[in-house]
């Protein structure tokens, strides 16, 4: 799982990693299991946010995409 932390404003991308098929549909891409967005902690204006996806994603902070 990796985990981020956010504050207001800022963002998260979810998108195709280089090694992905892109000719695959989503209930392939979603085959071996869910995307999971889960709340770890909240403290302070900063939410700590851990993602599980599948390898095909690539997830990536706002500020680098």
Not at 37 to 45: D, F, N, R, T, V
Request: aromatic fraction near 4%.
């Amino acid at each position: 799982m990796l985990l981020l932390s956010r504050q207001e404003g800022e963002s998260i991308f979810i998108l195709p990693s280089d090694a992905a098929d892109l000719s695959i549909t989503l209930g392939e891409l979603f085959s071996d299991g869910v995307l999971e967005l889960a709340i770890k902690e909240i403290k302070g204006g900063r939410v700590k946010i851990g993602l599980d996806a599948p390898k095909e994603l690539l997830i990536m902070r706002g500020e680098i995409a």
